[in-house]
């Protein structure tokens, strides 16, 4: 499985910008990571592909919302409010079906990634 992000860049706090992650064939879940310099790879999102179930962190819920579309391979991550410490390198992540329909939290819950996408929110 390849995963391919796009939709990273620059912006002011409280702009918005949209994430893109396209999968070459579907994956049981498909999660959105990001890692700040520095900084451990935190989950930020992640979807069932079957049903659309979605399990959000707690630090983004409410500023961004998880969606696909099944008919394109592909997840969307639509951040609005940006703040400064939103600036990372955002991972896409695919979960074997093997592995269950589980949203893991963890890094190693997932076998697939994607290069990154740098998202940098100034102030």
């Known amino acids: 499985v390849q995963l391919g992000e796009s939709g990273g860049g620059e912006v002011q706090a409280g702009g918005s910008l949209r994430l893109s992650c396209l999968a070459s064939r579907r994956t049981a879940v498909m999660a959105w990571f990001r890692q700040a310099p520095g900084k451990d790879r935190e989950f930020v999102s992640g979807v069932t592909w079957n049903d659309g179930s979605t399990s959000v962190s707690d630090s983004v819920k409410g500023r961004f919302t998880l969606s696909r579309d099944t008919a394109k391979n592909t997840m969307y991550l639509q951040m609005n409010n940006l703040k400064p410490e939103d600036t990372a390198v955002y991972y896409c992540?695919?979960?074997?079906?093997?592995?269950?329909?589980?949203?893991?939290?963890?890094?190693?819950?997932?076998?697939?990634w994607g290069q990154g996408t740098q998202v940098t929110v100034s102030s």
């Open positions: 992540a695919g979960r074997n079906w093997e592995r269950g329909l589980i949203i893991s939290r963890s890094v190693s819950g997932y076998d697939y």
